[in-house]
Nanobody
Framework: VQLQASGGGLVQAGGSLRLSCAASGRTFSRYDMGWFRQAPGKEREFVAA????????NYADSVKGRFTISRDNAKNTAYLQMNSLKPEDTAVYYC?????????????????WGQGTQVTVSS
């Protein structure tokens, strides 16, 4: 599976962005999808994950109620809708795919990674 993340940009605090992760191949629907982020000088951290069907989701506490992960298997694409953005959300955002039992925050559980898209939130 090859992943291509897009949709990042510069936004003011309180604004919204929607990230997309387009996957190649015909097996997208077999994979759980995750979003992670990495700020300068920090380790990559879990943001959100969704299972293969879209019926189960998992969120980091820091984004619960603000971010929504979803997927469209017909379009081979996963999404991350980010609302009420804060300056501390500034990071490079990565999408990832893995064959999991449930949507997982474990970075090591994912086998495939996209190239990342920059999100910058100004105060």
């Amino acid at each position: 599976v090859q992943l291509q993340a897009s949709g990042g940009g510069l936004v003011q605090a309180g604004g919204s962005l929607r990230l997309s992760c387009a996957a190649s191949g015909r097996t997208f629907s077999r994979y759980d999808m995750g979003w992670f982020r990495q700020a300068p000088g920090k380790e990559r951290e879990f943001v959100a994950a969704v299972n293969w069907s879209g019926g189960m989701t998992n969120y980091a506490d820091s984004v619960k109620g603000r971010f929504t992960i979803s997927r469209d298997n017909a379009k081979n694409t996963a999404y991350l809708q980010m609302n009420s953005l804060k300056p501390e959300d500034t990071a490079v955002y990565y999408c990832a795919a893995g064959r999991l039992v449930a949507p997982s925050p474990n970075i090591n559980a994912y086998d495939y990674w996209g190239q990342g898209t920059q999100v910058t939130v100004s105060s």
